[in-house]
């Protein structure tokens, strides 16, 4: 059984911070490219962050740079994503999500987990 189990999601002040964790099981990623992705109400799922396999090279939405950083620990097979200064419009469903190196994102070899709310309030 391949998992992708998000975690650390919760409701927050506007300029505070979260910890979001991802723990796969059933398989090892490596190879894979592991991304954060995140769905905020009435609009459609958007790229938030990612990190590759070989030299952990990271990537990120416009809007979270400088206030997001996402990590991995290939050891543990888990991802994270540490979202500083967070605002209002950060809130949102977040997904974690892994694909081949030699593949797309919402390719047919894609994993996704069932995502953890995150609420920032004004």
């Known amino acids: 059984q391949v998992q992708l189990v998000e975690s650390g999601g919760g409701l927050v002040q506007a300029g505070g911070s979260l910890r979001l964790s991802c723990a796969a099981s059933g398989r090892s990623f490596s190879y894979y490219v592991m991304g954060w992705f995140r769905r905020a109400p009435g609009k459609e799922r958007e790229f938030v962050a990612s990190?590759?396999?070989?030299?952990?090279?990271?990537y990120y939405a416009d809007s979270v740079k400088g206030r997001f950083t996402i990590s991995r620990d290939n050891a543990k097979n888990t991802v994270y994503l540490q979202m500083n200064s967070l605002k209002p419009e950060d809130t949102a469903v977040y997904y974690c999500?892994?694909?081949?190196?030699?593949?797309?994102?919402?390719?047919?070899?894609?994993?996704w987990g069932q995502g953890t709310q995150v609420t920032v309030s004004s």
């Open positions: 990190i590759t396999w070989g030299l952990s090279s990271t």
């Open positions: 999500a892994a694909r081949p190196t030699s593949s797309r994102w919402h390719s047919e070899s894609d994993y």
